[in-house]
T-cell receptor
Framework: DAGVIQSPRHEVTEMGQEVTLRCKPI?????LFWYRQTMMRGLELLIY????????DSGMPEDRFSAKMPNASFSTLKIQPSEPRDSAVYFC?????????FGSGTQLSVL | QQPVQSPQAVILREGEDAVINCSSS?????VHWYRQKHGEAPVFLMI?????EQKGHEKISASFNEKKQQSSLYLTASQLSYSGTYFC????????????FGQGTILTVHP
């Protein structure tokens, strides 16, 4: 199994631009999580899905952030418009038997 | 609410032991431990459920005291490969595995 696949690995964009992060979970895992990691705030849960349905989006910072999971094998996290304070590593993780399997992350830099 | 880890950082020589603590102000259903190496994604180590059981992974073990809402991670005879940041994640008992992570403990093992 290839594990959780995220793209892109690195994204550099200018303030105000739209950013879309993508995630393919491990096949058979029915929960998917988006985390953001920064030095100041550590690992923060943004949103998670169970069976493609958003269960808890209380961690989404503001309306500029949105996430979708149109099917069991694909999820997106969109930031529109992006701001410099959104710069962070964004991890997607899928879970099985309560174990989280993280993707390699997307390093986002908003200039 | 985010669990609190202590210490924030530990420096060891190969072969030495270390203990990392994780405490929560809320009742816990389970505690999860992950290790993240620099520039990589967090990797699952172990889960501890209510009951105070100890689990092991390599020469790493952990305990969970649900009355005190605390968990401790024990690293015995440390190896260079143990270097990284250790996170505890706490689970309040919801159905979908939502974890809230502590701020992390940076462990550095020197030859």
């Amino acid at each position: 199994d290839a594990g959780v696949i995220q793209s892109p690995r690195h994204e550099v964009t200018e303030m105000g631009q739209e950013v879309t992060l993508r995630c393919k979970p491990i096949s058979g895992h029915n929960s998917l999580f988006w985390y953001r990691q920064t030095m100041m705030r550590g690992l923060e849960l943004l949103i998670y899905f169970n069976n493609n349905v958003p269960i808890d989006d209380s961690g989404m910072p503001e309306d500029r952030f949105s996430a979708k999971m149109p099917n069991a094998s694909f999820s997106t996290l969109k930031i529109q418009p992006s701001e410099p304070r959104d710069s962070a590593v964004y991890f997607c993780a899928s879970s099985f038997a309560e174990k989280l399997f993280f993707g390699s992350g997307t390093q986002l830099s908003v200039l | 609410q985010q669990p609190v880890q202590s210490p924030q950082a530990v420096i060891l020589r190969e072969g030495e032991d270390a203990v990392i603590n994780c405490s929560s102000s809320k009742a816990l259903y389970s505690v999860h431990w992950y290790r993240q190496k620099h520039g990589e994604a967090p990797v699952f180590l172990m889960i501890l459920l209510k009951g105070g059981e100890q689990k092991g992974h390599e020469k790493i073990s952990a305990s969970f005291n649900e009355k005190k809402q605390q968990s401790s991670l024990y690293l015995t005879a440390s190896q260079l490969s143990y270097s990284g940041t250790y996170f505890c994640g706490t689970h309040g008992g919801t159905s979908y595995g939502k974890l809230t992570f502590g701020q992390g403990t940076i462990l550095t093992v020197h030859p």
